[in-house]
């Protein structure tokens, strides 16, 4: 018997590799790119460890050129949600008893295997299949994803670590217990990472998952469940379920043991879930824990004593890195007079020289947005400014979807604070500017922190310190992760743990313990040494 007390040492973040040309690395990413792109893959359903072929069928396609399809996939029916409901409750007993450190090894594993095994398949696939760049994949699918994995390890070994005093006559212990019943996890198409993540965090600490991988990431997200099985996952423990929301929701949601829900994706969507749970909550055995990151109308705020060429940087990066498809991507920006016109110059030239196409050409910053509704709905935001007095287009302002779905960096003015591309989520290519008198600085701050339903990142930039200062509290709930000097993007594990209240979600900071103690149900348990044999107290005559 191993009767260590083990714990994992706090890891370093994953190293970002260059691919500078005529390297290695490039080679053979380049190599790997056009192996994906030359073939289709079948992707099946995996439920319990046995892969289930429907007949259903779905195509996931480069949105770079919607004519090239790189899979198929088959998508589940009641049927077979039941099935992984059922897998996922039997797989349950096995898995939570198994010695959390080895559940920690297979995560491990997992980590290694992406890190090194499987690095440029997992690039590639997000990349072709989700429109990422190769740096955006790179610190998304390969350095986030292996983040997760060891930091969680860590993570969990400073959790199963914290334990009560015990007084005289008596020894405390906390037990932390998975929770009771299978988690129900939502993952989006935006990032590889999160979709690791959601399941993750939530099988390490003895849960067990049914999967619903977003339809337009089912590539990247079939061979992270691929690398799962092979770094030694047990069937059932994350049963792989791509298909139809709304029809799997639908039967998870009404499940009895329904123990939790870890979601991604848009504000409406996480809405629904939780009102089917609220109607739901006399089925269930236990109130599941509801844990999601929605969206947001994120900012950037600057003093005037910012650097404008250091604030033009931000929001170029920040609003058009992966085409602003985002949660955390810059849309809106507060300038003051005294700064714009330098800023605005900084700005347009760098939009002047980035390069818009497919992602197989390494020098493109900006590729295509995910599929055509994505395109059509930030077309229309982009219409209305095109079609109001109460703005006007500085840069950008055309797409093409004939091939593929490209949309222009775009930069809007607003005359207006209250503008609909300053309120409303657009998640596309497009960011707002409202440019204020510089000596109300305090009153747009407030302006700032109420015009958005979201709460979830934000930056102010300046070299005032008390501005910064000012700006942070101001906008306390404005932004759960916020940034000096910074785009708003970039969040990395361990160091800037990710999330954000309001309508942006419950904030419970996935890249920290935070997250991974939601999925516990801690149980005390106290021993009595010496148990008491008479009901007096000890001053009461006998």
């Not at 939502?186 to 690791?196: D, E, K, L, Y």
């Not at 849960?207 to 799962?228: H, Q």
């Not at 844990?291 to 650097?307: L, M, P, Y």
Request: some cysteine.
């Amino acid at each position: 018997m191993n009767n260590a007390i083990f714990n994992f040492a706090e890891p370093a973040n994953e190293p970002v590799l260059d691919y500078l040309p005529g390297s290695r690395e490039r080679e053979l990413l380049e190599l790997e790119l056009r192996e994906q792109g030359s073939k289709v893959v079948e992707i099946p359903l995996i439920i319990g460890g046995k892969e289930i072929r429907t007949g259903k069928m779905g195509k996931i396609v480069n949105p770079a050129d919607h004519t090239h399809v790189l899979a198929t996939y088959h998508m589940a029916t009641e049927k077979e949600v039941r099935m992984a409901v059922d897998a996922a409750l039997e797989a349950k007993e096995c898995w939570m008893t198994l010695a959390w450190m080895e559940r920690a090894a297979i995560m491990a594993k997992a980590a290694d295997l992406i890190s090194v095994k499987y690095r440029n398949r997992i690039n590639a696939a997000t990349m072709l299949g989700q429109g990422k760049n190769l740096f955006q994949s790179e610190i998304d699918a390969v350095c986030e994803v292996v983040d997760y994995l060891r930091f969680n390890n860590y993570f969990a070994s400073l959790i199963y670590m914290d334990q009560p005093r015990s007084g005289a006559g008596s020894i405390n212990r906390l037990e932390y217990r998975p929770l009771e019943g299978f988690i129900y996890t939502i993952s989006p198409f935006n990032f590889t990472a999160i979709a690791t993540n959601l399941n993750s965090s939530v099988i390490l600490m003895g849960n067990t998952t049914v999967w619903k991988p977003a339809s337009t990431a089912v590539l990247s997200n079939y061979y992270i469940m691929k690398i799962y099985e092979e770094a030694g996952l047990p069937a059932g423990v994350i049963n792989f379920v791509p298909g139809s929301g709304s029809l799997i929701s639908d039967v998870v949601l009404k499940h009895r043991d329904l123990a939790g829900v870890h979601f991604t994706g848009s504000n409406a969507t996480f809405n629904t879930i939780w009102k089917q749970v609220t109607e739901n909550l006399s089925v269930y055995k236990s109130y599941p824990k509801i844990v999601g990151e929605t969206g947001g109308k994120d900012f950037i705020f600057a003093h005037n004593s910012a650097e404008a060429l250091e604030l033009a940087t931000a929001i170029v990066r920040g609003a058009f890195e992966y085409q602003g498809q985002k949660c955390s991507a810059a849309s809106r920006a507060y300038i003051p007079k005294s700064l714009w016109e330098v800023t605005k110059s900084h700005v347009l030239r760098m939009i002047s020289e980035i390069k818009v196409g497919n992602v197989t050409d390494l020098n493109n910053f900006v590729n295509a947005v995910i599929d055509e509704a994505a395109f059509d709905r930030i077309m229309n935001y982009i219409k209305k400014a095109q079609e109001s007095d109460k703005a006007e287009i500085i840069a950008g302002g055309k797409g093409d979807k004939t091939k593929g779905y490209f949309i222009e960096p775009t930069v809007i003015v607003a005359k207006d604070p209250h503008f609909i591309t300053m309120e409303e989520e657009i998640f596309g290519p497009v960011m707002t500017i409202y440019v204020y008198d510089d000596d109300k600085f305090e009153e747009t701050l407030k302006l700032c922190d109420e015009t958005s339903p979201y709460g979830l990142t934000g930056a102010i930039f300046s070299r005032d310190r008390y501005a910064l200062v000012k700006a942070c509290r101001v906008l306390r709930y404005a932004a759960g992760n916020f940034y000096y000097n910074d785009k708003p993007t970039g969040a990395m594990v361990g160091q800037q743990p990710f999330g954000g209240s309001r309508a942006s979600g419950t904030n419970d900071k996935a890249g920290s313990h935070l997250n991974l103690l939601r999925w516990v149900s801690p149980r005390t348990i106290k021993e009595t040494l010496i148990p008491a044999t008479d009901f007096r107290y000890p001053y009461m005559d006998r």
